[in-house]
């Protein structure tokens, strides 16, 4: 079974977070910021991944570094629970819409960090949720899972919605990413014999 679980502490926040990648898309969060968590059952949803968070941040101040915390102890994890990656498809894509918003999501678990976010949300928050957390999620995921990863909201007039499209968009581009692929049996997705 791929799973991992990683015990991140600073003087910022404590996380406690187990992933089961072949799981069933079950989330347990407890993480003291709502709408991440909602958030982030769309990636264990989405993407059939099984995920345990228990987060202890300075909320009192704000919610930034519970959430970059938050992506990089989930990068962490994945790194660490995909292993050497032979075998899988490495690659994967989804587009998801809600209504008016459609977002795209392109992964490559190169081992190669890269982020590139084009959302233009049209509010500076979601209830008390800073939207350009968004991408400090994410940013803090790909440093730490190591993959290139394309995140493009296309289109969108409700906040809440652009946000779900971006992380059920990445959920099933995770999921594609992650799948075996039977063709490649015990190999590299690598040309260079190396990820």
């Known amino acids: 079974m791929r799973q991992a679980t990683i015990q991140r502490n600073t003087l910022e ?8 990648l072949d799981g069933t898309g079950k ?13 982030l059952d769309q990636i264990a949803r989405h993407g059939l991944i099984d995920l ?3 987060a202890d941040g300075d909320t009192h101040i704000d919610d930034h570094h519970t959430v970059e915390d938050i992506g990089i102890s989930l990068g962490m ?5 995909v292993g050497d990656k032979k075998g899988i498809k490495r690659y994967g894509h989804s587009y998801v819409p809600l209504d008016e918003a459609l977002s795209r999501v392109v992964i490559d678990l190169s081992g ?7 959302a233009d949300f049209t509010r500076a928050s979601i209830g008390g949720f800073d939207t350009e957390l968004v991408a ?6 790909t440093n730490h899972a190591q993959a290139t990863l394309h995140i493009d909201c296309l289109r969108g007039k409700n906040a809440h919605h ?11 581009a995770l999921r594609m990413a992650l799948e075996a692929d039977e ?13």
């Open 112 to 118: 190669r960090p890269g982020l590139v976010f084009k």
């Open 13 to 20: 926040t404590k996380i406690e977070l187990s992933v089961n």
């Open 77 to 81: 994890a994945l790194k660490e629970a």
């Open 27 to 39: 989330a347990d969060l407890n993480t003291g910021v709502p709408f991440l968590e909602h958030m």
């Open 162 to 172: 652009q946000a779900e499209t971006i992380f059920k968009a990445f959920g099933r």
């Open 136 to 141: 400090e999620f994410f940013q803090g995921f």
């Open 52 to 54: 345990t968070i228990k």
């Open 183 to 195: 063709r490649m049996a015990d190999q590299l997705p690598s040309t260079k014999g190396a990820l």
